[in-house]
Antibody
Framework: QVQLVQSGAEVKKPGASVKVSCKAS????????ISWVRQAPGQGLEWMGW????????NYAQKLQGRVTMTTDTSTSTAYMELRSLRSDDTAVYYC??????????????WGQGTLVTVSS | SYVLTQPPSVSVAPGQTARITCGGN??????VHWYQQKPGQAPVLVVY???DRPSGIPERFSGSNSGNTATLTISRVEAGDEADYYC?????????????FGGGTKLTVL
């Protein structure tokens, strides 16, 4: 079955970086895109950006431009999201989700199980 | 920036019909997708492209979209439907196309 499995929880200090992985299985990785969505405690969903696993094209949310980088490793069917210069308000559960197609962002199915990133001094 | 407005909460008795709205400027011209999120779990797609259901989603879940309002309808509500529901669109109208989520609606089954 189609599955996305994310890396484990992280605790980081303000100013540090975090890199979350998302390993895909059960489908042809390069035929789809991957979006990253985060959810602060008790809050709603916030889209962070998208990467095409076909050609590596990216589209980042404007508020995160310059702090976020999304990459893929097609040899291991794994997507990565790196967030730099962490602040306390980056504390959230980070999800990866498969896009409908590789060329654009549409709807997301399925989602990874989520990775809790805690930023605290 | 495009804004999607959802009611914070909707309550319904078991067996009744729940309607969760998602308001946006001319949202009828966009494709709307809906997600269900239960506590401590990742979101699950329940309706895509306004009214289509992924495999495995009960027929009780349906969607519509017209004018300035999209609606997720859950018929014959069950206790297991209690969750947060989010609508989502792709906003291609701005200088920087991006995904927009509604603020979410907590469905309570009385």
């Amino acid at each position: 079955q189609v599955q996305l499995v994310q890396s484990g929880a992280e605790v980081k200090k303000p100013g540090a970086s975090v890199k979350v992985s998302c390993k895909a299985s059960g489908y042809t990785f390069t035929s789809y895109g991957i979006s990253w969505v985060r959810q602060a405690p008790g809050q709603g969903l916030e889209w962070m950006g998208w990467i095409s696993a076909y050609n590596g094209n990216t589209n980042y949310a404007q508020k995160l431009q310059g702090r976020v980088t999304m990459t893929t490793d097609t040899s291991t069917s794994t997507a990565y999201m790196e967030l730099r210069s962490l602040r306390s308000d980056d504390t959230a559960v980070y999800y990866c989700a498969r896009d409908r197609i590789a060329a654009a962002v549409d709807w997301f199915d399925p989602w990874g199980q989520g990775t809790l990133v805690t930023v605290s001094s | 920036s495009y804004v999607l407005t959802q009611p914070p909460s909707v309550s319904v008795a078991p067996g009744q019909t729940a309607r969760i709205t998602c308001g946006g400027n001319n949202i009828g011209s966009k494709s709307v997708h809906w997600y269900q999120q239960k506590p401590g779990q990742a979101p699950v797609l329940v309706v895509y492209d306004d009214s289509d259901r992924p495999s495995g989603i009960p027929e009780r879940f349906s969607g519509s979209n017209s004018g300035n309002t999209a609606t997720l309808t859950i018929s014959r509500v069950e206790a297991g439907d209690e969750a947060d529901y989010y609508c989502q669109v792709w906003d291609s109208s701005s200088d920087h196309p991006h995904v927009v989520f509604g603020g979410g609606t907590k469905l309570t089954v009385l």
